[in-house]
């Protein structure tokens, strides 16, 4: 760091909070601007519709591509097609960031991008024939999809409160498990329609005629990426017509979506323009936002335009953005994202696997000759789901994390505060990761190679689901607002939550890469939990890398006149 240049530490008091305010119990209808927000929620809510409505079928398309494939190999190319869209959203993270940060470009403009990227993407997905097309589309949708980082810089930006952010960063997470209950429920009723349904659309039915609804039997997966290419193109209207740019150099440049949008509503609605959302004047400022903390889009007319305009427009140079926490905090958010993203992975990988049949030992699982099971470590096999009831699995899991993050995650955070909860949770995940693979020694109603039933599979696969979802409710949240709040200067903000999003992409290439390759040795080999296990070691290594993760406050560094602007406002409230 040099010299010249005065900072101070990323653990001091922020400026500007008013203890007093800070005691007012914050609720979810107390956050201000909820009509923002609600825009950015449904944007966010578009990825895991998707994404997790492809791993309710992902196993069986791959599985059509060259049903010859052993079992095995369809997990590592499971893998291999979920590391294709993060590595490629690892490679444009950073550049997205750096456009959502640019005048020319902009949080907005980078979000419609996404939005209708992941859209071609879907389409041209669930309309391949082979692996290599499927893995074309995959990466054209991370190549052009930088949301979630530009959309935590838009919500920071959004609520200037940083009381409210627990709440506030909650919404990304919750949303999330909202659509881990839609979206995979919806696909897997969507998928290949013509098997399903052939009263409806298989031959002589109702809509297929004589011969069948001939593009649902070539394209058997194509209906539900057509149904989540709609919902796509909805979020992104919602975006163009009624979301607000929160860069500081294009909030006062004029938005024709905008301005379209508002019309339309007037039009509709006969209500006039809302007022724009301002702060009271003891909010507290938002970490890692504008310099200018007490005002939306407004600036004191005490001063004069010019210094005002190159106060805002400082930037931080880039090799000046590695500071220590932030650093410390990139790599616990590597080892998070590898695991929660492998888990995600395996999970639905696991869920499709064929179970292990003694009467039949050289089936699809193609076990060694002189193979024999001898738990607790040395035994194999899937719970051989079905699509809709992989739906059914992902459902619960995503209805289990939004009760927790409605009922407990709030009060809990509240109590224990950003960090202690985000250590806590890290402990947890070793847990959920070591019982999965048990889950294909329970007991079940039907015996192999016909899918598991019973209450005491549902009861396990509950179990694991509940440890591993009350760690992720609270490590998500909790991720988010450090990624934030590390930032060390808020003409940065957007550069680093694009940075945080390449970390994650990055983990989650190689995470789900590593983790499919190791399921399928596992599953060779007949160690089903050899994968599992080793996922755990890397939750443990990442609880550890947590520990020395702390809270900042978003400006760490200050730049030139800064220091002298800090001690006047500290002047001014003494």
């Not at 966010?44 to 992902?58: F, H, I, K, N, V």
């Not at 209708?116 to 893995?135: D, E, H, I, N, R």
Request: hydrophobic share 40%.
């Amino acid at each position: 760091m040099d010299s010249d240049v005065p900072h101070r530490s990323t653990y001091d008091t922020p400026r500007g909070i008013n203890h007093e305010d800070k005691e007012t119990p914050v609720t979810w209808m107390s956050l201000p601007r909820k009509d923002q927000l609600l825009i950015l929620t449904l944007a966010r809510l578009s990825e895991p519709l998707t994404q997790t409505g492809l791993q309710a079928y992902m196993f069986y398309q791959l599985k059509s591509f060259n049903p010859s494939l052993p079992d095995s190999t369809i997990s590592t190319q499971a893998g291999a097609l979920q590391a294709s869209f993060t590595a490629t959203q690892f490679i444009t993270a950073m550049i997205w960031g750096r456009i959502a940060d640019a005048e020319w470009g902009g949080r907005k403009r980078v979000i419609v991008i996404g939005l209708l990227g992941t859209c071609l993407s879907l389409l041209g997905f669930g309309f391949s024939k082979s692996f290599a097309q499927a893995v074309f589309f995959r990466c054209v949708g991370g190549f052009l999809n930088g949301n979630i980082g530009v959309m935590r810089t838009m919500i920071s930006e959004i609520i200037k409160g940083k009381k409210y952010q627990s709440r506030a960063f909650l919404l990304l997470p919750m949303t999330f498990n909202i659509g881990v209950i839609i979206g995979p429920v919806l696909a897997g009723v969507l998928a290949d329609p013509v098997a399903s349904y052939p009263q409806i659309f298989g031959p002589d039915s109702n809509l297929g005629g004589k011969s069948g609804v001939q593009w649902m039997m070539k394209y058997p997966y194509a209906l539900p990426n057509i149904v989540s290419a709609v919902f796509l193109l909805t979020s992104a209207s919602g975006v163009i017509f009624g979301l607000e740019e929160t860069l500081e150099a294009r909030r006062h440049q004029t938005d024709w979506g905008l301005e379209l949008g508002r019309s339309i509503g007037r039009f509709l609605l006969c209500r006039k323009r809302q007022q724009k959302y301002s702060p009271l004047a003891n909010d507290e400022p938002l970490s890692a936002t504008s310099t200018d903390s007490h005002n939306f889009g407004r600036h004191d007319n005490n001063q004069s335009n010019e210094p005002l305009t190159k106060r805002r427009r400082q930037k931080l140079p880039f090799r000046r953005i590695w500071t220590r926490n932030v650093c410390m905090t990139f790599l616990a958010h590597f080892f998070l994202a590898s695991h929660v993203g492998t888990f995600n992975n395996l999970w639905f990988i696991f869920l499709s696997t064929p179970r292990y049949n003694p009467d039949e030992p050289d089936s699809s699982l193609k076990l060694p000759a002189d193979y024999h099971p001898s738990p607790p470590l040395r035994f194999t096999g899937g719970l051989a789901l079905p699509p809709a009831r992989i739906g059914l699995a992902l459902a619960l899991l995503g209805s289990i994390g939004i009760t927790l993050q409605l009922v407990i995650y709030p009060r809990a955070s509240a109590r224990l505060g950003t960090t202690l909860s985000y250590r806590l949770a890290l402990l947890l995940f070793p847990v959920a990761y070591i019982l999965a693979p048990f889950l294909a020694l329970l007991p079940s109603t039907s015996n192999p190679p016909h899918a598991v039933s019973g209450p005491v599979i549902w009861i396990g696969i509950a179990v694991v689901l509940c440890v591993q979802v009350l760690a992720r409710t609270f490590a998500l949240p909790a991720a988010a607002i450090l990624n934030n709040n590390c930032s060390p200067h808020p003409s940065v903000l957007g550069t680093v939550h694009g940075l945080a999003q390449s970390v994650s992409s990055a983990a989650r290439t190689i995470g789900p890469l590593v983790g499919g390759w190791g399921y399928g040795k596992g599953l060779s080999a007949g160690v089903v939990g050899a994968a599992w296990w080793g996922l755990a070691g890397v939750a443990a290594v990442g609880s550890f890398a947590g520990g020395f993760v702390k809270d900042g406050d978003g400006h760490e560094i200050l730049l030139e006149g800064e220091e002298q602007e800090s001690e006047e406002g500290d002047g001014n409230r003494s």
